[in-house]
C-alpha cells in the first residue's frame, strides 16, 4: 500500500468538497479587518463589505452567463430551491397552480413539491428511463393551461446524469412556462448558461465547488420574460426586497472567488476528472457482475455510480470506511437504509439499488488515489470475508 497517500481517500465530491486554499484566502480577512455589515452604507467598514458583495455577485453571473442583478445570495441550495419554487408558485397563483417536476430531484426539491401539494398544487411527478433521463415528449404532454413551472434538475446528485436542458427551455418558453433548474452540482464542474439554454431560475452552493459551506445563490432571469418570486423570509429587504437577512459576507466572498476559478479552470479540470474517473470505471468494472448506474456519456465528468454483486452498500462502506470515504448516495439521506430513491426511479431491483456506491472525484483527487482504490476493492471483492 503507498505510504505517501493520506487516508481515508475522499471520493464523496458530491456531498460536499474542501475548501480551496485560494479561496480560504479571499475570504478570511472578512472575518475580522474587513467585518462590516454590507448594509451599512454610513461608513467605510460598510462600504468595502458592499463593494466585495458585488464582486461577488459579478463572479457567480459570469459562472452561468448571467448578469450581476439577476444574482440573489442565500444561505445555500435547500434555501434557493424553495425560495424559487415557492416564491414562483406564490407570485403567479393567479395563473395557476401546476408544477412539473422529476421523479428524481434532489430532496430539497421533491420535499418542497411535497409541501405545496398539501397546500394545493397539483404537481406532475415526471418517471425517468433506465438511464434516469425524463421523456421530453412526456414532458410537453404534461403542460397545461395552469402549469406555471418545469422544475427539473441540471444534474443529478447521485448519479451525475446531465438532463438535456437546453430542450428543456424550449419547451418552457414554447408555452410561456418558467424554467427552473437545480443546479447545484453541475455549477462549477461543467459549462452552465441561462441564456443559451432558456433557465429562468436557477440554484447553486458554494460547498459543491470548493467554497465555503452555508452560502449559495438564486438566478432569477430579469428579462424575456422578467420573472419575479414571493419573498419568503421578510424583514430587511435585503437583495432587492427578494431574500432578507444580514448577507453573509465571507460566506459571499468565498462563493465569488470559488466561481472565478471554476470557470477559468473548468476546462483542463473536467477533462482531468473524466479521465481519472474513466479509469475508475474500467477497473471496477472489470470485476464480475458490477454494473454501472445512469448514462454512460450524459453525466457529470466526475461522477461514478456502480451496483456491486451480492453486495450490500451499507457493509461495503463499512469495510472501507477507513480507506477510502464513500457514499451510497445523497448525503441528504444517507441516514436512512431505505434503498436509493433515484436508482428505484430508474426500474431498478431493490437489490441493484442497495448495492450501489456513489464516487465522486474532486480537484484534488490523484491518479495515485484512484490506484489505490482499485487495488483496494480488487482483492476485497474477489473474497467472501464480508457481505
Not at 475580522?32 to 467605510?44: I, K, P
Not at 439554454?197 to 432571469?221: C, E, M, N, Q
Request: net charge neutral; aromatic share 6%; hydrophobic share 40%.
Amino acid at each position: 500500500m503507498r505510504s505517501n497517500l493520506q487516508f481515508p481517500i475522499y471520493l464523496d465530491n458530491n456531498a460536499t468538497t474542501p475548501v480551496d486554499p485560494r479561496v480560504l484566502e479571499e475570504f478570511l480577512p472578512y472575518y475580522q479587518q474587513h467585518f462590516g455589515n454590507a448594509a451599512s452604507r454610513t461608513h467605510a467598514y460598510g462600504w468595502a463589505a458592499a463593494e466585495a458583495v458585488e464582486l461577488s455577485r459579478e463572479r457567480v453571473a459570469r459562472l452561468i452567463g448571467a448578469v450581476p442583478q439577476e444574482i440573489i445570495f442565500t444561505s445555500g441550495a435547500t434555501e434557493g430551491v424553495n425560495l424559487a419554487i415557492k416564491g414562483a408558485a406564490e407570485m403567479y397563483s393567479g395563473k395557476g397552480n401546476h408544477i412539473i417536476t422529476c421523479e428524481t430531484e434532489h430532496k430539497a426539491v421533491i420535499d418542497t413539491c411535497k409541501h405545496l401539494e398539501k397546500k394545493g398544487a397539483e404537481i406532475t411527478w415526471l418517471p425517468v428511463d433506465t438511464n434516469g433521463l425524463i421523456n421530453l415528449q412526456e414532458l410537453e404532454k404534461a403542460i397545461r393551461t395552469d402549469t406555471i413551472l418545469l422544475a427539473i434538475m441540471y444534474a443529478n446528485n447521485e448519479t451525475g446524469v446531465l438532463q438535456p436542458i437546453a430542450e428543456i427551455g424550449q419547451i418552457a418558453k414554447k408555452h410561456g412556462v418558467l424554467f427552473f433548474t437545480d443546479a447545484t452540482q453541475a455549477a462549477g464542474k461543467i459549462p452552465v448558461d441561462v441564456q443559451r439554454d432558456g433557465i429562468d431560475l436557477l440554484t447553486l452552493s458554494a460547498h459543491k465547488f470548493y467554497g465555503p459551506k452555508g452560502v449559495g445563490a438564486v438566478y432569477v432571469r430579469r428579462r424575456d420574460p422578467r420573472v419575479k418570486l414571493t419573498p419568503q423570509l421578510d424583514g430587511g429587504g435585503h437583495e432587492r426586497g427578494v431574500r432578507s437577512g444580514t448577507l453573509n459576507v465571507p460566506g459571499i466572498v468565498g462563493l465569488g472567488k470559488a466561481a472565478e476559478l471554476c470557470l477559468k479552470e473548468m476546462p483542463e479540470e473536467s477533462g482531468r476528472l473524466e479521465q481519472l474517473r474513466n479509469r475508475l470505471q474500467d477497473g471496477l468494472l472489470s470485476l464480475p457482475g458490477v454494473v454501472l448506474n445512469g448514462h454512460p456519456v450524459n453525466r457529470l465528468p466526475h461522477t461514478l455510480n456502480l451496483s456491486f454483486p451480492d453486495r450490500d452498500s451499507n457493509s461495503l462502506l463499512l469495510h472501507f470506511n477507513k480507506k477510502i470515504a464513500l457514499s451510497a448516495g445523497s448525503a441528504c439521506t444517507s441516514a436512512t437504509l431505505e434503498p436509493s430513491y433515484v436508482l428505484k426511479a430508474m426500474g431498478f431491483p431493490d437489490q441493484r439499488s442497495y448495492s450501489a456506491l456513489r464516487f465522486g472525484l474532486g480537484r484534488f483527487t490523484t491518479e495515485a488515489e484512484i490506484e489505490q482504490v482499485l487495488e483496494l476493492f480488487h482483492p476485497n471483492l474477489n473474497s467472501r470475508n464480508f457481505a
